[in-house]
């Protein structure tokens, strides 16, 4: 008898939930950073057992794999700074926008999160190719997995490295708030910029080579 049957027997006796790898089907044992892939076609985040997010890391990516692994990270880049003239030239209407590039086409896309879901807009490469010179560090952003996440406001200059997950975690919040648009001064955004601080903070006090 395998462990996934296991786990459901397990759980009809018990009446506890049995979350599962949304591939194989494997029951995922509780983690505090479960694995994840990303599935960048379809702007989706899968949860995975170890075996398959093990898999689509050893997938090469020239292939055109369909998942990819997610590691799980956010850093707040204290050296950015996007004056207003930045943010105009980068054709973002709203507050609040991740940014990320996709590795079969090497295009910058600009995502605003809302109500309404997930908006998407080609940022021109010009723009993007003078921030990438005048802060080298957007060059580290990996295509796909990661984005670069601002938050652009009279009372907020926020810029984090982040994990794509967090991302889609925030439009989430979005989603199901009653307030409009991307809302960037909304409480619960508030809330959730605090937790990519506070693990930010964690990440900076671990030793060298733990990972995040």
């Known amino acids: 008898m395998t462990n996934a049957v296991l786990a459901k027997l397990r759980s009809f006796v018990t009446g506890a939930a049995v979350e599962e790898c949304e591939l194989c089907a494997q029951a995922i044992a509780g983690q505090h950073d479960p694995q994840q892939l990303v599935e960048p076609e379809a702007r989706r985040v899968l949860r995975a ?13 020239q292939s055109g794999a369909r998942y990819l692994r997610v590691q799980r990270r956010a850093a ?4 950015l700074f996007f004056d207003d003239a930045i943010w105009a030239e980068l054709s973002v209407p709203v507050g609040l ?5 996709r590795s079969r086409t090497g295009e910058v896309v600009a995502t605003f999160p809302g109500r ?20 080298p560090v957007l060059r580290a952003i990996a295509p796909d997995i990661e984005a670069l996440l601002v938050r652009h406001t009279l009372r907020h200059q926020d810029y984090f490295q982040v994990s794509i997950d967090h991302c889609y975690e ?3 919040l979005l989603r199901s708030s009653e307030a409009p648009l991307s809302s960037p001064e909304l409480g619960a955004v508030q809330t959730f910029f605090e937790r990519l601080e506070e693990r930010d903070q964690r990440r900076q006090s671990r030793k060298p080579g733990v990972r995040d």
């Not at 057992?49 to 990516?61: D, M, N, S, V, Y």
């Not at 707040?76 to 050296?79: E, F, I």
Request: aromatic letters at 12%.
């Open 49 to 61: 057992c170890l075996a398959c997010a093990q898999l689509a890391a050893e997938e090469p990516r």
């Open 170 to 172: 925030l439009s989430g």
């Open 97 to 101: 926008a991740f940014f990320t590039t």
């Open 76 to 79: 707040r880049l204290s050296a």
């Open 116 to 135: 309404a879901g997930l908006i998407e807009a080609f940022v021109p490469l010009k723009a993007w190719s003078d921030l990438e010179r005048i802060f």
